[in-house]
């Protein structure tokens, strides 16, 4: 094979050699990445693509296994592996999709980034991995270039080291409470500094207050009941025609419920990344979005659900795709002074392993505005009921739909000393 060939061809199947070489000198800042393949010339045309690639000034240091059973032994010695690589078909037809179950429920790990390839897309069909297996990445040898396996790296090393660091601030708070249980004073002092941190890390990661994309002006508040927030929001330009936006509502509060808001955001994130850089179209499509987000949160078992509403606005054709995921109450779309609600229902993400969840399209008015906000903001209606609290938003945005300001003032958030539940509100004005 020629080094500067850009595709990568993977040989026919061959005998894997005797003995395994024997890995590379272990440097303490490169990057652990293990290729599991039974096939010798996969080893040697990965390593060739991915020799000099260096990121965030760290080199990639190889690990090789002929087989899930050596995969790992590896893996037993080397826990801060960030990547494998990982071929489906080996010593048995299903070897490596076994080798991806052991890793995520006996070893444990969930942080390590697990790209599976295969030459025999037979075995095991894409959209059926994807979602009965927790892995990061699916990709064809024959359809598998040295650019896009340079991507998928970087990506998911980049991806591991988000998750890295997150666990590792997991762990170090959950130590400095219970070295703290004895002098419950200083304790809770020194917890609500921690939580005051993640406060500031969450805010960093939310979109600024007011973001103008083509025509449209975005706008968002976010009320947390405690110091963290369990409820979320975004919106970005995902290319010169699309724009994508979501709330979201975790159950609970505190820090657990906040780390899932950070899942969040990074998995999105990442679908919009890949869409620049790969063509993919995932992050186009909220049924497949959700359905994606629901399987991460099942296999990831925190205990955890959300609410979410996903939205992308298509610029050339003045129109909106969206799922609603157990959003509510429902998002409220004026135009011409008349306030009506979308209302379609879809069951939350990640408690179910079938859920509903359905997208629609819609065709947007000229000018309107569109108001989205979190279940908190009916905990602190005055009204009786949920109808009449469903009329008093629809009377606020036929007067106010162009203020968020406004909005908030006359709902009398910031007149409560302590907030039921956290409320969160996004305004999307053209």
């Known amino acids: 094979m020629n080094p500067q060939d850009d595709e990568l061809i993977f040989a ?49 240091e190889f690990y ?20 494998a690589l990982v ?45 009965d297996y927790d892995i990061n990445d699916y990709k064809e040898k024959t359809e598998m270039s040295a650019q896009k396996l340079i991507t998928c790296v970087i990506t998911a090393i980049r991806n591991y080291e988000y998750i890295d660091a997150l666990n590792k601030l997991t762990a170090e708070l959950e130590q400095k409470v219970a070295d703290r249980v004895a002098e419950l004073d200083e304790s809770n002092r020194k ?3 921690d939580q005051e941190a993640g406060k500031k890390l969450q805010n960093k990661i939310l979109p600024k207050p007011e973001k103008e ?29 699309y724009i994508g936006f979501y709330i979201a509502d975790v159950s609970g509060h505190g820090m657990s419920s906040a780390i899932v808001t950070v899942l969040l955001k990074n998995f999105i994130d990442n679908k919009v990344e890949k869409y620049a850089l790969l063509d993919d179209q995932t992050v186009l499509h909220p049924q497949e979005i959700c359905l994606r987000m629901n399987s991460i949160l099942l296999r990831e078992n925190l205990g955890k659900y959300l609410t ?33 609600f979308l209302a379609d229902k879809g069951t939350p993400i990640g408690l179910f392993k079938t859920p509903v969840i359905q997208a629609k399209e819609i065709n947007l008015p000229d000018h309107f505005s569109m108001f989205l906000t979190s279940d908190g903001l ?32 006359n709902f009398k958030i910031r007149q409560h000393g302590s907030l039921p539940d956290d409320i969160t509100f996004m305004l999307i004005r053209k």
């Not at 490169?30 to 045309?45: F, R, Y």
């Not at 090789?64 to 990547?83: G, I, Q, R």
């Open 12 to 60: 026919d199947e061959i005998s894997a050699p005797a003995e395994s070489p024997a890995p590379q000198e272990t440097h303490k800042e490169a990057w652990k990445v293990l290729v599991v393949d039974d096939e010798p010339q996969v080893h040697t045309v990965t390593k060739l693509v991915l020799r000099d690639l260096t990121f965030k000034g760290r080199k990639i």
């Open 64 to 83: 090789d296994a002929y087989s899930a059973a050596e995969a790992k032994k590896v893996l037993a010695e080397n826990p801060d592996v960030c990547l």
């Open 87 to 131: 071929d489906v078909v080996m010593e048995e037809d299903d070897a490596g999709l076994r080798l991806v179950e052991y890793i995520r429920d006996i070893m444990n790990n969930k942080a390590i980034r697990i790209i599976l390839r295969t030459g025999q897309p037979g075995y095991a069909p894409e959209k059926e991995v994807i979602i």
């Open 191 to 193: 917890l609500l500094e």
């Open 213 to 241: 994309i083509g025509p449209y002006l975005f706008s968002s508040h976010l009320f947390p009941s405690l110091v963290l927030s369990g409820d979320f929001v975004d919106y970005f330009a995902i290319s010169s025609r």
């Open 308 to 340: 979410i509403f996903y939205g992308i606005i298509d610029m050339e054709t003045n129109t909106l795709k969206y799922a609603n995921c157990g959003q509510f109450p429902y998002p409220v779309l004026v135009s011409d002074g008349k306030g009506d």
């Open 378 to 409: 009916l905990d602190i209606l005055e009204e009786s009921d949920l109808e009449a609290k469903s009329g008093r938003i629809l009377s606020e945005l036929a007067e106010n739909g162009d203020s968020l300001e406004k909005l908030i003032e």
